[in-house]
């Protein structure tokens, strides 16, 4: 019989109709005419657009842009290329690094070894 009588009045915090959509937010759950996550933008691979642009391992400041300052390689969300030149660049990366072209580790962290 308890049962009963709470559901009728909604649970402890009373009925749900009187509780309103979600606080503060307006009609549509916005928050302050914001909305939350915006549709995500599409992103054309610049080697894909650009026929005359090459994908180096001796240009350093070229691949340097696709590297986080923690010294990873930015993943291809984040860049906009396609599979075939994020495997491209990411081979040139490491070329580079092999050679000493880019740092293996960034800087503030080489210098905690010594």
């Known amino acids: 019989m308890e049962n009963q009588s709470r559901s009728s009045s909604g649970g ?3 009925p749900r109709s ?3 959509a979600g606080g503060d937010r307006g009609q549509g759950g916005e928050r302050g005419g914001q909305r939350r996550f915006a549709p995500p933008t599409r992103r054309v691979c610049i080697y894909c657009k650009d026929k005359n642009k090459v ?4 240009n350093g400041d070229q691949l340097r842009r ?3 300052d923690r010294g990873k ?5 984040k860049i906009g290329t396609c599979a075939r030149h994020q495997r491209e660049l990411a081979l040139a990366i ?8 880019l740092p293996l580790a960034p800087e503030h962290v080489r210098g905690l070894s010594g």
């Not at 390689?73 to 969300?77: D, T």
């Not at 490491?94 to 072209?101: E, P, Q």
């Open 66 to 68: 696709y590297l986080t």
């Open 94 to 101: 490491k070329r580079a690094r092999h050679l000493a072209l």
């Open 73 to 77: 390689i930015r993943p291809r969300r």
């Open 18 to 20: 009187d509780r309103g």
């Open 55 to 58: 994908i180096d391992y001796k």
């Open 12 to 14: 402890p915090r009373g």
